[in-house]
């Protein structure tokens, strides 16, 4: 091959010449075609020792929930509703819950991405050969990567390394709507399928479970509420029920209104006895004074027989009353012993079904924000839903041969045309004499830091020699 032409300065009225201007690189052109040739056919078979992969995506669809509530409430930030969370909000909650531990190492126990796949090379040996050396070239490269940032050969357990490459190959894409896709990037794309699949459902039960999670704990809270106040509730029927069959009486107001009836009639009997009482007696002391005057006089004893009747009819009537005014006195003085009993009976039973009231009212309060609680603990609606399941690919996104042999050629070519440049101005005479003046400078510098150190070394000897050298030179001044 000859020798490239060398680049000769040219007139500065032709400095603007495209001859000129490519001149290094029709000179490097065999060194530029051969470079350009050997890095696309690199990049070539690079693409064949990489693996396939494959992207697997389904959509999630953002569904604001409008929740019915028994009793309107309102969430509050330093006294403002909360505001509005924007399209950017909502995409990082859902990325980080996407990309959370819990999530993923669910996915990777369900599917058994931690559990490694058992290596088989099939097809004639130089097929086997080309696997076996593929393996090879990958474990290299991993081992010779980690040995430079760490010192020695590091290795991550299978769930770790499964939980990267989850994280590395599983992204969300947002367009700024209510639409969301998610992706991952496998070698197998059946199992691309399913890992974005499994992803997915697992997202939309969390965050069901999210949103049932307040519900059920305010309905442990409130039912431990409603049932003291159901055991209140009971307690005051029973207490109520108590009084009331203790005192054989069904109610304490019919029973006082009862009582006082009861009380105003015997009253009245006692008053109306008295009265009989009274006229008996009159009536008595009547016949007894006829009796005493017709006995002087000379009563026929006919008259003097129905006097006497009259009197002993008087006397059995009067002891007859007598007795009735002792019956109802006795029947007034039970009565005021139960009237006197009735108000104490009357303030207890107030003040049972009072508190029974408090109690019933305090349980339907509670009854409102349970049943809304038990709504929101039950419902099986999420925000995020998945309208259909992810596709199977069948082309592979990488590596794609025509964008990698393309860019590769690219970046060759660039860096030839570079390198033809700079070979030229390295073999340019400007180059050339500034090489050439450096070196005669420290060639230069040299002889002069070793005749220095010469001249030192004679001036320290003291020698016959050095003294006669000394003397000649002393004469010679002389003259």
Not at 348 to 357: A, E, G, V
Request: a neutral charge; aromatic letters at 8%.
């Amino acid at each position: 091959m000859s020798t490239p032409k060398i680049a000769q300065p040219t007139d500065p009225t032709a400095e603007g010449s495209l001859r000129d201007l490519l001149g290094p690189v029709t000179d490097y052109k065999s060194y530029i075609i051969v470079f350009c040739i050997s890095t696309l056919l690199t990049s070539l078979a690079l693409t064949y020792v990489y693996s396939e992969k494959y992207l697997a995506a389904t959509t999630l669809l953002f569904q604001p929930q409008e929740v019915t509530r028994i009793r309107q409430k309102e969430t509050l930030a330093f006294g403002a509703p909360l505001p509005i969370p924007p399209f950017d909000l909502i995409y990082d909650n859902l990325q980080l819950l996407v990309q959370s531990e819990p999530i993923l190492l669910e996915v990777i126990e369900e599917l058994g991405l931690d559990i490694e796949e058992p290596v088989v090379y099939q097809g004639p040996w130089y097929v086997q050969l080309f696997q076996r050396s593929k393996d090879w070239i990958k474990q290299l490269r991993d081992d010779t990567w980690t040995i430079l940032k760490h010192g020695r050969i590091v290795t991550d357990d299978p769930k770790t390394a499964a939980l990267k490459a989850l994280r590395k190959y599983l992204s969300l894409i947002d367009n700024n709507s209510y639409f969301f896709y998610l992706t991952y990037i496998d070698k197998d794309p059946v199992r691309a399928a399913r890992v974005v699949d499994t992803i997915a459902a697992k997202v939309v039960r969390s965050l069901v479970s999210r949103q049932q999670e307040p519900g059920i704990q305010t309905r442990k809270q409130l039912q431990r509420l409603r049932d003291a106040k159901a055991a209140e509730i009971e307690e005051y029927q029973t207490a109520l029920e108590t009084l009331l069959s203790g005192n054989n009486i069904a109610s304490v107001n019919l029973e006082t209104d009862l009582t006082m009836q009861r009380y105003s009639e015997l009253s009245l009997e006692q008053v109306q006895t008295n009265a009989k009482i009274a006229s008996a007696r009159a009536k008595i002391e009547t016949l007894t004074k006829q009796l005493a005057d017709q006995s002087t006089r000379g009563l026929q004893p006919e008259d003097y027989r129905r006097i006497k009747s009259d009197k002993l009819a008087a006397e059995v009537e009067l002891r007859a009353f007598i007795e009735q005014r002792v019956t109802v006195q006795a029947a007034l003085t039970k009565l005021e012993q139960q009237l006197a009993k009735l108000p104490a009976l009357q303030h207890k039973y107030d003040t049972l079904t009072q508190n029974l009231k408090t109690a019933q009212r305090d349980f339907i309060q509670i009854s409102d924000p349970y049943h809304e609680a038990d709504v929101q603990a039950n419902s099986l609606l999420s925000e995020i839903t998945v309208p259909h399941s992810a596709r199977v690919p069948s082309v592979p996104i990488t590596p794609i041969k025509i964008y990698h042999v393309a860019l590769a050629g690219g970046l060759a070519l660039s860096i030839s045309f570079g390198m033809a440049y700079l070979l030229a101005f390295a073999r340019s005479e400007h180059v050339a004499k500034a090489v050439s003046r450096t070196v005669s400078n420290m060639v230069s510098m040299w002889d002069g830091v070793e005749r220095r150190n010469r001249n030192k070394s004679q001036t320290a000897y003291t020698g016959p020699e050095r003294r006669q050298q000394v003397e000649q030179r002393s004469d010679t001044n002389a003259i």
